[in-house]
């Protein structure tokens, strides 16, 4: 997901997100409701002012004793299969008749109940398990239903949850549906078509879809949608059949004119990238190759969203050739009304805001390209709890700067100031980073309420994400970087990963250890603050280079161990020194014949730091 | 690593002592391990503590201590070692290692092999001569030109072997040893091989390792894997002299890693245990054979076990027990090759007490898990060690049944609970980097050993046997040949089970300390409340435990089980019930790793001590009655120690809690019970009391010299020196004559006459002074040791002239006794002695030992 908000009305967007967490219960904690919004507004105007909170321990109640980080659930079954019949007889009347079909089978030892997510709005009329109508309780979020008898490891059961979805009053819904009637409104007075799309990540999917609603569990999926004749729908996967259900033998069923769209993801795939679009759209295609590319298009700009995607086919090539290949059926990108917060990467069908249908393709391209990367890290292999969301969105953020380079190297330009003029900008937001541990959560961490509350902490999992991975670039080396992350997709491939997955990969192609650097950059919170002394001490003829880490520094927070470039500038040459630095202080002697013209303290932003150079040699 | 205690089962409890080189304690109830019997222990675990403390962060600096795994810069493909041995009685070798590598990195240009105290003459890649240098602890070798990744490349290294002080371990023969025959053997874990060949001396790497070592003829070569091939040459000595050699050729062909090098030179009788279809091969003392089927002989069925359990065929080519001189552990599971300590070898007429069965099923199951997939870095050790603990238990389960196994678990359990007391951030987790030294990860209170085996135990528990074999029989075939994380055995039993368990391990392996329960059970008004206090500390580092702790309550002639949500620091339970319950069981089945002491009804412990649906809770039932002074609770007590159909386990749990009750009168008659556990366990416990009537003293001098069990003997010496001081001291010098096994008796004498202290008398320091010299086993002279301490008033000048030349002594225990021994002597001639010792020293952690002493003689001197 790439989260976007735009100038005066990101106000209004806060207060959605902060409507959407009061929805979902974001703000159960004291506090949290409040202060979510003001998050997001860091994020939105780019800053993240070291949120100066006074700040409970989010792991631990300090009353009871018990342990509160976010632990991810069970997986007492193995989802194989959801099969969502949806019968939506009127698009003006947000409502629909749905039937969700699960195939699961036990693991572990026998078990007597699955735990499904669902919101209020799935209004359930009857469970039914192998055919035959089945106990549940509902206590929301989770939908419990007896498995009678038990069902033993292995054992396949197929669940047939009927239920009429309430889609009442989320016109403007910022996460699970979204269903626009179609009626005139302030905005736009003609009578225009309804839409629907929908927005699982995180935690979303079980507004309207009762499912297993965590990345830890993958399935195929299936969406079946009946719908007025005029209106399209999309989905993840193939397209099947799309039925003209007039043929039905019925006369006067009210199937007149009305369609059936039938689409399969036959990979699996985590629910909160089950998507489903329904409106009218001008289908556009970019593509056929490899796979069919086509921009769903509000109606009468299919010739302009032409133009703002058009580098996509590109983009795919490129991403192909770096990370193999194309995982999915097809890449559709779409542009629903009400999508206004970025853009989601939902498998093989990727939702971005409305904006981007009347924009241009150069402000679009790290929007396109973070959700097309997303394709691979994040859906293809998935992180197997929030709390490894940087493995998805520091990769897309990454895929950003990445293509970027690739779009300057193709146009004949510098393509290593092109990546770094996009790491810098993830650079100079993560500089405002000076959280600690234990009070604020890693990177990585178990440290949140809600899920959502990861795309927005200060340890951002889109900027220092990608700072991490570009760190890692250049420790490694582009050849067992690029060659690690092939390794870690080929072997976690429509599966879930997490941190420890993603650095044993690499690790495993380098041979380098990366405990440390994963546990300083990754699950420790902040950046090092650095103080960097540049003296020449013209007596031993030396460049003396002194580092202090001025950050708060004790035993959650010890301090950072990492190789400092410098680039010593004397007489028309350039030699780069990597000075060791671990602990406090750090000290340097380089001898050179005569005082440099010039140090440059990571030329190459490798060092992921709040940096300032001070001493004789400062410039 | 195993370790071995003279004179009973390993039990990891006592590891620290064990190492140290201190004399063994005895199995003693889960209460003592509190007391001051374990003073000497707890003070090294103190120690031990603080040194662990600044392992992980360096106040000062801000530096983070702790320890990553190390980097690979080259893929070790093969490694040779050859070495030419030309007299058995000369430590020194000349040797060669050759190395098939392939760089990891995309140009190598330099690379460091750990390689400790080895002079090294030169280094070739693929002919060319290299530069290196070598700074004793790492040889640092540059690659000119650089070669490009994955370059198949030879690396030759010439050195010479001098009587390393660790890894290898030369014993020459000795007048003093009439008899045995000169030996050399190896010890690699943890990081002690690189002492005779350079290596990457680190678990993360595996390779395949061949050993060509020509010996005098006459002499055996042991080494990993399969004998490849033998043959008879010719080497000659520095003066000239030809010498007639045999080359043996041993190739261990699938990958191992570095630690599990082994080689072994002697002479030893050898017999087969097996069935022809694996070599079992038990190697011990010439002369010896005989004894060899009495103690390893269900090695097979051992193997045969861990094979069905894990649906993993046995991996390696052979299985060879190789029992060796002046060996610092019980055992260790060297590749195909396990060594066994000095006198892992039963005696006929020792087998009624004695029996190595944890021991040997520790080592087999190591050949799995650790050899065959090991822990990445000394961190997770408890993938090695938790694991091959645990496959003891399911030894005794597949042998003896469902109460074997948890006995064994109890026993690991009451480990834990005795020493896991940690707190974090300062006290190391299970798996920690937090050490200074790797073997501080194998002492540590959050224990591999015990804990480890006890999470598993609660694993199985919680995942269900289906779930919890079938997801190690995964994990063994996923990584198989390769070196592992913790993070990486959960995900394979999350897979396996559908339970996601990062909670589970945050707690019981990533944290130390355990939860400490205060359980109060009562019935009014047809309702049971149960409350349940966590009392250890609790922070946001230390939350509280999360767990579902399983009540068993008997009303109205049914028995009802209900999992008791744990969640908090305090939390309570409410069960509606027509009649007051009959007996209420905490936990009977161990689910959870927890102290428990418990308040209810008498009567109710009473039941369960009777009843009880297993050995731990009618075990758990003797121990609170302990506590409870009651004539009721002495009745119940005595019926259950006298038998009446009950395990020796809850019997021996009774005669403990009887010795709190210091009921002498029945102790005294459990003297004469069939059962020589239940005789120590009486023996003990009346030691433990202030004064016995005289014919009980008699009853123990008559046990201690002529009891059919020389472990009931040597705990009626030791009992009989608490009770009778310098009275005692005759019997003590008398049974420091006899032969036992392991030497316990003496050992046992040799603590006693230490406990009584001066009033022994000049013929107790004289024969503990005998004690102390080469020729005497080697974990006996530590025993003998410390008694001349304890006695040293008698003659201080005779006891420190005794000490002083043992800091010289081949027996690194020795050396370790005498150094403790004389620096809490003090005086001038000791702190010389221990001074010249601690600037001879060039070995790391013998250089930290002998700062410890020479800190510990300063400290002592300003506080006199």
Known sequence: ?????????????????????????????????????????????????????????????????????????????????????????????????????????????????????????????????????????????????????????????????????????????????????????????????????????????????????????????????????????????????????????????????????????????PIYLVTLVVGQFDIVTLAEEPVPMRIWAPLGRGRQCLEVFKDTPRMMAYF??????????????????????????????????????????????????????????????????????????????????????????????????????????????????????????????????????????????????ALVLHMLRRQLGDRAFFEGSRLFLRRHAFGSADTD???????????????????????????????????????ASAVVVRVRQLQTIDRHNPAYAFDLPLAIVHGGERRMVRMAVDGRVSELRVAIPSRPSRVEVDPGLEIAARTRVVGALAR | MGCAMNNMPMKWLLMVAALAGTAAASDRGWWREHGCRSCQMAAQVAALRAMQATAAFDEETGRDLRVFPHHRPIDIIHQRIEMTIVDMDEPVAPARTVIEFEPRSDLLESFSLDCVLLEVSAVTIDGRRAAFTNDGAKLEIEVSPPLPRGTRSTLVIDYTIRDPQRGLTWTPSSPQWPGRPPQIHTQGQPQDNSSWFPTHDFPNEKMTTELV????????????????????????????????????????????????????????????????????????????????????????????????????????????????????????????????FDTAIIAQDELDDHDLLGLISHEVAHQWFGNLVTCTSWEHLWLNEGFATYLESLWFEADGGRDAYL???????????????????????????????????????????????????????????????????????????????????????????????????????????????????????????????????????????WFDLPLVIEAGGTRT????????????????????????????????????????????FIAQLARGSSIPSRVQAARHLGDLQSDAARAALVSAARGSGQHVRVREAAVRALGLHEDAESLAGLLSDGAWQIRRAAAEELGSLDAVPAPTIERLRQIAREDSSTRTRSSAIGALASLEGPAASELAIELTRVESQHDGLRQAALRALAAIGPGAGEDALETAIRFTRFGTLNRTRPAAIAAVRSLADIDRERAIATLIPLLDDREDRTIGAAGDALSELGGPEAARALERHAAQQTDVPRIRRADAWLERLATDSTTR
């Open chain 1, 1 to 269: 997901m790439q989260i976007r908000c735009y100038g005066a009305r990101s106000m209004a967007r806060t207060s959605l997100l902060a409507d959407i967490g009061r929805l979902l219960g974001v703000g159960r904690r004291v506090g949290l409701a409040r202060r979510l919004p003001v998050l997001a507004l860091a994020v939105v105007l780019g800053g993240l002012p070291a949120v100066a909170r006074a700040q409970t321990e989010l792991r631990f109640d300090q009353m009871t004793g018990r342990n509160t980080l976010s632990y991810p659930p069970d997986r007492h079954f193995d989802h194989r299969h959801l099969r969502l019949e949806l019968d939506i007889p009127d698009m003006r009347v947000p409502e629909a008749n749905a039937r969700v079909t699960i195939t699961v089978a036990a693991r572990g030892v026998e078990r007597r109940t699955l735990r499904l997510q669902a919101s209020p709005r799935v209004q359930v009329d009857s469970i039914r398990v192998d055919g035959r109508l089945a106990a549940f309780a509902y206590a929301n979020p989770n939908l419990s239903i007896a498995m009678d008898p038990p069902a033993q490891p292995g054992e396949v059961r197929e669940v047939v949850i009927e239920y009429r979805l309430d889609a009442a009053g989320l016109r403007r819904a910022l996460g699970g549906i979204t269903w626009d009637a179609g009626e005139p409104n302030d905005l736009d007075p003609n009578n225009r078509p309804g839409q629907i799309h929908t927005q699982g990540q995180p935690d979303f999917t079980r507004i309207w879809l009762p499912s297993h609603d965590h990345p830890n569990e993958k399935m195929t999926t299936e969406v079946i949608v009946t719908v007025p004749e005029g209106y399209q729908v999309l989905s993840n996967g193939r397209l099947l059949s799309k039925d003209d259900m007039a043929g039905d033998p019925v006369e006067g069923d009210g199937n007149e004119g009305r369609r059936r769209w039938h689409w399969l993801q036959d990979q699996p795939h």
């Open chain 1, 320 to 465: 192909v050739d770096q990370f193999g290949e194309y995982p999915w059926a097809k890449y559709d990108q779409v542009t629903p009304r009400h999508y206004t917060m970025g853009a989601m990467e939902n498998t093989s069908a990727s939702t971005f805001y409305i904006q981007a249908a009347s924009s241009t393709a150069r402000a679009e391209r790290d929007i396109i390209a973070h959700e097309l990367i997303h394709q691979w890290f994040g859906n293809l292999v998935t992180c197997e709890s929030w709390e490894h969301l940087w493995l998805n969105e520091g990769w897309a953020s990454m895929g950003e700067a990445l293509w970027a380079e690739e779009e300057a190297r193709q146009a004949g330009e510098d393509p290593e100031a092109a990546y770094l003029g996009k790491i810098a900008r993830f650079l100079t937001t993560q500089r405002m980073n000076q959280t600690s541990a234990p009070l604020f959560p890693g990177l990585a961490s178990k440290q949140f309420n809600q899920p959502f509350e990861n795309f927005f902490k200060t340890d951002n999992p889109y900027g220092k994400g």
């Open chain 1, 501 to 539: 997955d993603f650095r044993r990969a690499l690790e495993e192609v380098s041979g380098v250890s990366l405990q440390r650097f994963f546990e300083q950059w990754v699950m420790r919170p902040g950046i090092p603050s650095l103080e960097v002394d540049l003296d020449w001490d013209s007596g």
């Open chain 2, 213 to 340: 070592v020509a010996v005098p003829e006459g002499f055996l070569v042991s080494g990993n894997g399969r004998l490849a091939d033998r043959w008879p040459g010719d080497a000659f000595k520095a003066d000239g002299t030809r010498v007639p050699v045999e080359v043996f050729e041993w190739l261990q062909e699938p990958d191992h890693p570095a630690y599990l090098v082994s080689l072994i030179v002697g002479k030893f009788d050898i017999v087969d245990v097996g069935d022809g279809t694996i070599p079992m091969p038990v190697y011990v003392p010439p002369g010896r054979g005989p004894d060899v089927q009495g103690t390893y002989g269900d090695t097979l069925a051992m193997t045969r076990v861990y094979e069905r359990l894990f649906d993993e065929p046995y991996p390696w080519a052979r299985y060879a027990q190789l029992v060796v001189w002046n060996f610092d552990a019980g055992g260790m599971e060297n590749t195909a090759a396990t060594s066994m």
């Open chain 2, 407 to 545: 006995v064994d678990t109890l026993a690991n359990y009451d480990a834990v609970i005795a020493r896991d007391d940690g707190i974090a951030p300062l006290d190391p987790a299970m798996a920690s980097g937090a050490y200074v030294d790797p073997l501080d990860v194998f002492r540590k209170p959050a224990n591999p050993y015990p804990k480890g085996a006890a999470t598993l135990h609660m694993l199985r528990t919680k995942m269900g046997d289906a779930a919890f074999f079938g997801g190690l029989s995964a994990y063994l075939d996923r990584y198989r040949l390769k070196s592992v994380d913790t993070g990486q055995l959960m995900d394979m039993l999350e897979e396996s089970s559908g339970e996601s368990l990062e909670r589970f391990f945050d707690q019981w392996v990533w944290r130390p300390g355990i939860p400490r329960l205060r359980v109060t059970a009562s019935f009014a008004d047809n309702s049971l409340v149960v409350e349940v206090e966590q009392t250890q500390h609790i922070d946001g580092d230390n939350p509280a435990f």
């Open chain 2, 561 to 604: 089980i209900l999992a008791m949500p744990v969640r908090e620091r305090t939390n309570r339970l409410e069960v509606p019930l027509d009649a007051a319950p009959a007996m209420i069981e905490f936990d009977p089945h161990l689910a959870v790793l927890a102290e428990m002491s418990i308040g209810q009804p008498e009567g109710w």
